[in-house]
């Protein structure tokens, strides 16, 4: 495992942590330090390191693109269906209510919007995740693109975890497990998308929203929604005012979504109604499929209709929030979701 070439690139960075001069990677740069890595050259201490380095110094909306582009030249992406949604999560998962983008994304489907989750289990010491809520519910969380191809014509809803597909995110990961670092391999999981498509991004809280649509409008996505949703997901809150920005055609613009506007008047997010969280999430997932009145259905109404909005922004939220409201209400979200199963 050479590291010769990774430790100029280092080198350039490391101000961050010695207290010299803080210098930015080129998307150039990055993208060649990022596709050493993936190639299994450098060492741990080299890796990690660079996590380190990087959470320091903050990241840059040219390292994340020139990291992504390097990581998704080795991946072979599913072929989308119009209008389809990319979902992309991390690893960081929710600690302290269950995640509802299972839900949220079966009623999209259900409404007659395409959507495909990109998820992975958790790190080590993380919350639950959407991907290992479709592994308890519905079946393997695979990094097949034809598999997904496959859901996604039959039931209009899939789910994978791209990095199973390429053997050098296992290193980095590993890495980020033990250090307890959540850096760049996280978030850059979240780029893990097929060129163009039009994608829903969570992002934690923060003065992040500008550099990550500057970030994806640079990888060619014309339609996308970046979310500082609930504990740093693509969840709504149903209690408080979430902050996201939309990118429409090189146009970015500011989102505010109240659930008051919706008459949601809910005093607390959805509640883990067990003491293991991922049944806890499985339970809150089926109370939302159920439309049963609570928190629950509301957030997953919520998250469809930014689903629904992303993939027709002409429409306005509130028909789109309408339409997410009947695809739970009559019973066809369940019923799509009891169909990814059968």
Not at 176 to 189: C, L, N, S
Not at 214 to 234: C, F, N
Request: hydrophobic share 45%; net charge negative.
């Amino acid at each position: 495992m050479s590291s010769d070439g990774i430790r100029p690139l280092l080198r350039r960075i490391s101000g961050a942590v010695s207290g010299g001069r803080v210098y930015n990677l080129s998307e150039e740069a990055a993208h060649k330090l990022f596709s050493m890595l993936l190639a299994g050259e450098g060492t741990d201490a080299q890796i990690a390191m660079f996590l380190a380095t990087m959470r320091v110094k903050g990241t840059t909306a040219e390292e994340l693109v020139g990291a992504a582009r390097a990581a998704r030249a080795r991946l072979q992406f599913p072929s989308l269906p119009p209008r389809c949604v990319v979902v992309a999560t991390s690893r960081h998962g929710k600690r302290h209510s269950p995640p509802m983008v299972l839900a949220s994304a079966a009623a999209a489907a259900a409404a007659g919007i395409p959507v495909l989750l990109q998820s992975a289990p958790s790190l080590i010491g993380g919350g639950v995740t959407p991907g290992e809520v479709w592994q308890r519910m519905v079946g393997p969380l695979l990094g097949d693109a034809q598999h997904s191809e496959k859901l996604l014509a039959e039931h209009g809803l899939a789910c994978w975890q791209p990095t199973l597909a390429d053997s050098g995110w296992q290193r980095l990961q590993r890495i980020e497990d033990e250090t307890g670092i959540r850096g760049v391999p996280d978030v850059v999981t979240k780029l893990l998308i097929p060129d163009g498509c039009e994608v829903l991004a969570a992002a934690l809280p923060g003065p992040v929203l500008g550099m990550a649509g500057d970030a994806l409008e640079s990888l060619g996505h014309r339609h996308a929604l970046v979310v500082q949703g609930v504990e740093g997901s693509a969840d709504l809150s149903v209690v408080e005012t979430t902050r996201g920005l939309r990118l429409i055609d090189g146009v970015k613009a500011p989102v505010r979504i109240h659930p008051a506007d919706y008459a949601l008047f809910e005093d607390s997010e959805p509640r883990a109604q067990h003491e293991d969280p991922l049944e806890a999430a499985s339970i809150a997932t089926f109370q939302a499929l159920l439309a049963s009145p609570g928190p629950e259905s509301c957030a997953a109404s919520l998250g469809a209709a930014l689903m629904i909005s992303l993939a027709e922004p002409d429409v306005e939220f509130a028909s789109c929030f309408g339409r997410a409201v009947d695809a739970l209400e009559s019973g066809s979200a369940m019923r799509l979701f009891k169909s990814l199963s059968a």
